[in-house]
């Protein structure tokens, strides 16, 4: 767990650590760093970005973000769609596409490790979360 918490500082220097935002097509889907308390935070489970019963939420396995078969989802390994969702900072400086498909070369830089966060759950989008949270 502290590896991945490294990897996190390393790739998010600490002055732009924050206000990274998931974005598919023009839709905000949710604060990849705000904290698990902000009510944009995919981490928080019961805000709109991070509820598993949210159609919009990266962790609802049945909407469009949160099905491992949907190709806008980050959670399709073989998804090159331009659907999956960009993250990008407060100006605009693009990040990467949040995906687990650790081949496409334009994905955020901790693919392999998201990708083997979701493996490691076997797939269990609740346990992504927490994971991924408890890293961030």
């Known amino acids: 767990m ?4 490294l990897i996190f500082l390393i790739i998010f ?3 732009i650590f924050a206000n990274i935002y998931l974005y598919s097509d023009n ?8 904290g698990k308390y902000s009510s944009d935070s995919i981490c928080n489970k019961y805000g709109s970005y991070g509820s598993k019963y949210n159609s919009d939420s990266i962790f609802n396995k049945y909407g469009k973000y949160g099905s491992k078969y949907n190709s806008s989802s980050p959670w399709n390994k073989y998804s090159s769609s331009n659907d999956v969702p960009k993250a990008v900072d407060s100006s605009g400086n693009f990040y ?9 070369s334009d994905a955020i830089n901790f693919s392999r490790d998201l990708a ?5 759950a ?3 989008l609740e346990d992504v979360q927490e994971i ?3 890293a961030l």
């Not at 502290?2 to 918490?5: D, E, L, M, R, Y």
């Not at 839709?27 to 705000?34: P, R, T, Y």
């Open 116 to 120: 083997n966060i979701y493996d490691n």
């Open 27 to 34: 839709d905000f889907i949710g604060c990849l760093d705000c």
């Open 13 to 15: 220097p600490l002055n």
């Open 2 to 5: 502290k590896t991945i918490s």
């Open 132 to 134: 991924l949270c408890d």
């Open 122 to 124: 076997d797939g269990d």
């Open 96 to 104: 990467g596409y949040f995906t687990i498909n650790k081949y496409r």
